[in-house]
């Protein structure tokens, strides 16, 4: 009785079987995920402040703070701005501590709709104020 390996009489069989290689590979990979050693649980200490840092108006290196009212209006530091687009950049460009410091903090009182706020943030940054950014209430 003649057993037949996958090709013709007297021919050598050309396929690479790969199942005894994913078998060894599949120990080896076991084999070294046990003996390696875990990973360190190490804990960060921080530290977090106790109380919140709130704003002076009159600290000379606290940010410049940008209302924008309910109303559409705005207010730079005590300045009312202009509702026209352009006369808003140029407030914004004439103001020494704004261009100074090129850091302004927008917040928006009440009811403010949100393409006032858009439209307050972008005149700032178009007048050259790197950093604007968003005042928020604490939580």
């Known amino acids: 009785m003649a057993v037949s390996a996958g090709g013709?009489?007297?021919?050598a069989v050309c396929e690479i079987n790969v199942t005894p290689m994913v078998d060894v590979l599949l120990c080896l990979l076991i084999i070294f995920?046990?003996?390696?050693p875990t990973p360190p649980n190490e804990q960060i200490q921080i530290t977090v402040p106790k109380e919140s840092v709130t704003a002076v108006p009159s600290d000379p290196n606290s940010p410049l703070l940008v209302e924008v009212l309910p109303d559409g209006s705005a207010k730079l530091?005590?300045?009312?701005l202009s509702n026209d687009y352009e006369a808003m950049v140029k407030s914004f460009t004439e103001n020494e501590k704004a261009q100074t410091d090129s850091k302004v903090v927008v917040t928006a009182k009440g009811e403010a709709r949100y393409g006032d706020v858009i439209r307050v943030m972008t005149a700032a940054h178009e007048s050259g104020i790197s950093d604007v950014g968003i005042a928020s209430d604490r939580l």
Request: no cysteine.
């Open 8 to 11: 013709q009489e007297g021919e």
């Open 77 to 80: 530091g005590q300045q009312v």
């Open 33 to 36: 995920m046990v003996a390696a």
